[in-house]
Structures are given as structure tokens and as C-alpha cells.
């Protein structure tokens, strides 16, 4: 199974130059306020621009409006919604971007309700994701396998919530997602770290 990843919070030149030496699938920006890998758009332009183009530019939207997205729609491939977006929200989105832009929905699990009811919306893909009250992701916090396992949703789906080097392989062994999305577990100190990158690059491709 060729697992697929993505590595989120792009955010700096020197994050897009790590990629760019160790290229995941996709690369996720947060293009949302007011969590604190926020990119506003000239940041995000400037770093679309750096990056390498065989790697999937995904951003990553909580709650927008079509203002929010419009100007960075032209530069993405994928808009991913992160936040309580409904079918009528995402009906919207699909009538103002091109067809060619797909769409992804991050759902915080907590019940098997929660990827019944994603399952349904008119989207691409899904993210998996841990809960939080106090956050949409970003957390470091593991998602409940064992209700992902046992409620496999019909769209692909990637695995997110506490993904690492250490429990990447089991990870795809036993959720078999079609990709795994990074964030937290490659960062030190708050900044993408390359070292962090490449030993988790060298396990999925390997």
C-alpha cells in the first residue's frame, strides 16, 4: 500500500526548503485565524512559490466564509475544512472554486456518529483527527483508533492526531489510511524540524 502524507503548518521559508529536500505528498497550510501557524496570504504566496511542484498544496480553512478562501484558492489544490462546516457550506465552496480543487473535512472523532455523519457530506476525502475542546487540530493528541477500525468511512481518508516516528508503521498497518497528516510530532520547539522530517519520510517511503 503506497500510504500517502502529509506534513501541515507550513509556515516558514526554511519549512518549505526541509520539504523541498524531503518531499511529503501533500503540504498543509493553515490559512485560518487566529491559531499560531496561521500564514496570511503574502506569507503564503511567497512560500507556494518556493515550493517544489510535484507536492500537493493543501489549505486548511476553519469556519470560512468565501472572502476567507478566495484569494488563496487560485494557489491551492485542495481546501481542507477543519471547523463545524456543514453540506450547504460545502455545496457553496464547490459553486465558487474550480472542480478541479478538491475539498477535504477533518473530523474530531469522538463516536462512530462523528465519521458516519462526515461520510455523507459532498466531499473529496476525510481526515481523522483527535477531539479537542480547546483546538481544531494541531494537538499532538492520538485519534481513537480503535472507533476509526471499526467504523471505516467510504471516502479515503488520512490518519491525523499524534502520528510520529514511533507509531507511524502500526499506524499504517492497522488503520490502513490512505495517507497520514503530521504536524505537531515533526516540530521542536514550536519550528519543523528536519531531522524530525527525514526519519519520517525514510519510514513511509521505505
Not at 26 to 53: H, M
Not at 105 to 134: G, H, M, N, W, Y
Not at 142 to 160: D, G, Q, T, V
Not at 175 to 186: A, L, N, R, T, Y
Request: aromatic share 10%.
Amino acid at each position: 500500500m503506497n500510504t500517502k502524507i502529509k506534513i501541515c503548518g507550513i509556515r516558514r521559508p526554511e519549512d518549505v526548503e526541509i520539504l523541498n529536500q524531503y518531499p511529503p505528498d501533500y503540504a498543509g497550510f493553515i490559512c485560518s485565524k487566529p491559531f499560531w501557524r496561521y500564514v496570511d496570504f503574502e506569507t503564503f504566496r511567497k512560500l507556494i512559490f518556493q515550493l517544489r511542484g510535484d507536492i500537493g498544496r493543501v489549505g486548511v480553512f476553519v469556519n470560512p466564509t468565501i472572502k476567507d478562501i478566495w484569494d488563496y484558492a487560485n494557489y491551492l489544490d485542495m481546501i481542507q475544512l477543519h471547523g463545524e462546516e456543514d453540506a450547504e457550506c460545502i455545496e457553496q465552496i464547490r459553486e465558487n472554486f474550480s472542480y478541479d480543487t478538491q475539498i477535504w473535512k477533518a473530523v474530531r472523532v469522538r463516536t462512530p456518529e462523528d465519521i458516519q455523519k462526515a461520510d455523507a457530506l459532498p466531499v473529496d476525502r476525510l481526515v481523522l483527527d483527535s477531539f479537542s475542546a480547546v483546538s481544531h487540530g494541531g494537538t499532538g493528541t492520538l485519534a481513537p483508533w480503535n472507533i476509526i477500525k471499526e467504523n471505516r468511512p467510504e471516502h479515503e481518508f488520512f490518519l491525523a492526531g499524534g502520528i510520529s516516528s514511533q507509531n507511524l508503521e502500526d499506524a499504517v498497518r492497522e488503520i490502513q489510511p490512505f495517507g497520514v497528516d503530521v504536524s505537531s510530532s515533526v516540530e521542536t520547539d514550536k519550528y519543523k524540524d528536519i531531522n524530525k522530517i527525514r526519519e519520517i519520510m525514510q519510514i513511509i517511503r521505505n
